[in-house]
């Protein structure tokens, strides 16, 4: 529900391997202290709102295993903070984009499973943190860098 917005103080909010429908709530932008989000394992569909890309703070970020439509922004690259991110088993689609060499923290992403296309990113060669990447069943094309 939006009404999760008004737990401004909140830091961690788990919610994964329920039965959630609906959306991700824009509210939770409300929640500017926020560190973890985790609502992977539900029935959450639309796209994700632009609001969470304000969440500047997180460092955990898992949404994957969902019904998420669209693409995915620039301002993905707001979130510097990132540690894990966790987008896979969804339906979004398009490519990843060039703001994503702004997570330089990242040490985990996982994409895999989606309807992302176009070249491999050539952002993901930047992110010199990285220790696990998963980016199987997409339509990526292309020769990767030797």
Request: hydrophobic share 35%.
């Amino acid at each position: 529900p939006q009404e999760l917005g008004n737990l401004f103080r909140l830091k961690s909010l788990n919610m994964f391997l329920n039965f959630l429908g609906g959306t991700i709530p824009g509210r939770l932008s409300n929640c500017s202290r926020l560190l973890r989000l985790s609502v992977e394992s539900n029935y959450l569909g639309e796209s994700i709102p632009s609001e969470l890309w304000s969440l500047t703070k997180l460092y955990v970020l898992y949404i994957g295993a969902n019904n998420l439509k669209g693409k995915l922004p620039e301002s993905l690259g707001n979130l510097t903070s990132l540690v894990q991110l966790s987008f896979g088993k969804n339906n979004l689609e398009g490519g990843i984009p060039d703001g994503m060499a702004k997570l330089t923290q990242i040490e985990i992403l996982h994409t895999s499973q989606n309807n992302f296309s176009g070249v491999f990113p050539p952002a993901i060669y930047n992110l010199s943190s990285l220790e696990s990447l998963s980016m199987y069943e997409n339509g990526f094309s292309g020769s990767l860098r030797p």
